[in-house]
């Protein structure tokens, strides 16, 4: 995720976002097939060629999707909320195919078939290099004279005030992550360890409860998206900052459940699945509600000349974020699962409604970037 930085300053200063992301996937390639060489020294050759690629490929694949909107267009959180579910579809899929692959065959073989689905990938990306040509290019060599000279010029007021208010929303960021990628550790070893299986006589695999928070984000993304462009075009309040507080208040609940798991535990020496699904549940809501906005955000608040850089730095903080998660995680062995839980949730909560309080402050310093906004698609379809 550090990586991501020197990936968005090489968009930006270089190369542009479309060459950085291609360079990014042939970094991959290379990576995933040199994993497919049972040595050690391939193992950590494949995973410095994979932390380079995904340094240039993930920052400036985000800031490309923003890129495909107009400025006021009301459907560009919608549009990256449909690559947030891709993104989940291939994370779904691939715990059951390439995991497969691994644990049946051997795990290289599992790293060589990543490999060849991300050379398909890239094939599919530039083949479709007829919809992109106006996106994710160089601004320092644009035909147009204005993106040139605007490239050069210093930041002015309007821009700098956007990056404070980007950068304080960065804290949510860490604090949401933090929260969130519980999932990965402390969660899922307390379904495995702690948690009652059992379902009509047959044990649910531990493993698939991690398969919970894919299922829901590709179920709920477009209603909870369409939900909040419907609330925007009404007038009420649905700014990208709003929205991120309002996510990390129901990440936050949803840890209550948790803590109810955890209670139970403590009674009867094991807890519900159910507790589980909810938790997994709330926790995608929440997801949904603050991190593909986050990064339409950044798309809308960041500098033309700086939009990859942000990018970068955002997913820098969601790296922090996942080393806190695993900070809190290892205290449960210390504090337990129950006092976790619940302080978890209680931050978030407070945190939320903390930042709630200078809301309107913080809205001020993005000077009315998201006032104004409209489906440009039905105006397009009128001309």
């Not at 050690?40 to 400036?60: D, E, H, Q, R, S």
């Not at 507080?245 to 955890?262: C, E, Q, R």
């Not at 955002?314 to 998660?325: H, I, S």
Request: hydrophobic share 50%; proline share 2%.
């Amino acid at each position: 995720y550090i990586m991501s930085i020197p990936g968005g300053i090489l968009a930006d200063k270089f190369l542009g976002q479309k060459k950085s992301v291609i360079l990014g996937a042939i970094l991959l390639v290379i990576g995933h097939s040199v994993l497919a060489i049972e040595a050690m020294w391939a193992f950590y050759t494949g995973l410095g060629f994979i932390i380079l690629g995904v340094g240039c490929l993930k920052p400036n694949i985000s800031t490309m999707v923003g890129g495909l909107y107009k400025k006021g267009d009301v459907r560009r959180d919608k549009g990256f909320t449909i690559f947030y579910i891709g993104i989940n579809i291939g994370a779904f899929l691939s715990g059951l195919v390439v995991g497969y692959v691994g644990e049946v065959h051997g795990w290289h073989y599992g790293f060589g078939l990543a490999g060849i689905l991300m050379v398909l990938g890239l094939i599919q990306f530039l083949a479709g290099q007829k919809y992109l040509v106006h996106v994710g290019n160089y601004l320092g060599k644009s035909d147009k004279k204005e993106d040139r000279e605007a490239y050069k010029k210093p930041l002015n007021k309007v821009e700098k005030d956007r990056i404070i208010v980007l950068l304080i929303s960065f804290l949510l960021i860490i604090a949401f992550f933090a929260a969130f990628e519980q999932a990965g550790g402390l969660m899922n070893i307390y379904a495995r360890e702690k948690t009652n299986r059992m379902l009509m006589g047959w044990q649910v695999p531990a493993t698939w409860f991690q398969s919970l928070n894919s299922f829901f984000i590709i179920t709920l993304g477009v209603g909870i998206a369409a939900y909040w462009a419907k609330r925007k075009l009404k007038g009420s309040e649905a700014s990208s900052l709003y929205k991120m507080i309002i996510g990390l208040g129901i990440t936050g609940i949803g840890f209550l459940f948790m803590s109810a798991a955890a209670s139970e535990y403590d009674n009867t020496g094991a807890s519900a699945m159910y507790w589980l699904v909810l938790a997994y549940l709330f926790h995608t809501i929440g997801e949904l509600c603050l991190s593909p906005v986050s990064l339409s955000f950044v798309t809308k608040l960041a500098p033309a000349k700086y939009a990859s850089i942000m990018m970068g730095i955002y997913f820098a903080t969601t790296g922090l974020g996942n080393k806190a998660a695993g900070l809190l995680g290892e205290s449960s062995s210390i504090f337990g699962e129950f006092k976790v839980f619940t302080g978890i949730a209680i931050f978030c909560v407070a945190f939320a409604l903390l930042v709630f309080v200078f809301f309107k402050k913080l809205k001020a310093l993005t000077h009315g970037a998201e006032d104004n906004e409209t489906d440009l698609s039905a105006i397009q379809a009128e001309n």
